[in-house]
T-cell receptor, first 115, second 111 residues
Framework: EAGVAQSPRYKIIEKRQSVAFWCNPI?????LYWYQQILGQGPKLLIQ????????DSQLPKDRFSAERLKGVDSTLKIQPAKLEDSAVYLC?????????????FGPGTRLTVL | KNEVEQSPQNLTAQEGEFITINCSYS?????LHWLQQHPGGGIVSLFM???GKKKHGRLIATINIQEKHSSLHITASHPRDSAVYIC?????????????FGKGTLLTVNP
């Protein structure tokens, strides 16, 4: 079974630039999550999709971050404009259904460095 | 104060040693996860438990709901066990359940 795919794996940009990350979840997984993991911290949920609808985006900085999940499959996370404090690993995860009973499968992450 | 606290933050052991990583939480939970994260790699789920004890190979996870505490044990540790181990709790935030993660414990096992 193919895992969660993410690209790019690494990205270096200057502050105020824009960046986009892509995630392809495991086939058949209805729920998709984007997490931000700052160095030395645990992951923090940014947004959770159920199919193509948003379940939770309470911790997404909506003035600069946006995410979409077209057709309930792939998802993109965008930052515009980036700030220094956005430097982190952005993890995508998916699960068969909601988080309550099922295991989340994580992608390898995208390491973002903002200079 | 974080809802999920792990200890120790860093742990160095010799190959073959018995390892214990602790997790304490301050909220009511539905379940607790133990995850493993290798440097530069993604996160792998090790256990999800809501009571008692689970065992998988050399890994054992226990949880005490009354004391709001969980432990992850590694028996006969090996250098390939070197990774960050993360505790995450599943709790209800309004109408949605979400995972809240600890900061992780960096384990280094030397040969």
């Amino acid at each position: 079974e193919a895992g969660v795919a993410q690209s790019p794996r690494y990205k270096i940009i200057e502050k105020r630039q824009s960046v986009a990350f892509w995630c392809n979840p495991i086939s058949g997984h209805a729920t998709l999550y984007w997490y931000q993991q700052i160095l030395g911290q645990g992951p923090k949920l940014l947004i959770q999709f159920q199919n193509n609808g948003v379940v939770d985006d309470s911790q997404l900085p909506k003035d600069r971050f946006s995410a979409e999940r077209l057709k309930g499959v792939d998802s993109t996370l965008k930052i515009q404009p980036a700030k220094l404090e956005d430097s982190a690993v952005y993890l995508c995860a998916s699960s068969v259904m909601g988080v309550l009973f099922t295991e989340q499968f994580f992608g390898p992450g995208t390491r973002l460095t903002v200079l | 104060k974080n809802e999920v606290e792990q200890s120790p933050q860093n742990l160095t052991a010799q190959e073959g040693e018995f390892i214990t990583i602790n997790c304490s939480y301050s909220v009511g939970i539905s379940a607790l996860h133990w995850l493993q994260q290798h440097p530069g790699g993604g996160i792998v789920s090790l256990f999800m438990l809501s009571s008692g004890k689970k065992k998988h190979g050399r890994l054992i996870a226990t949880i005490n709901i009354q004391e709001k505490h969980s432990s992850l044990h590694i028996t006969a540790s090996h250098p390939r066990d070197s990774a960050v181990y993360i505790c995450a709790v599943l709790n209800s935030g309004g109408s949605n359940y979400k995972l809240t993660f600890g900061k992780g414990t960096l384990l280094t096992v030397n040969p």
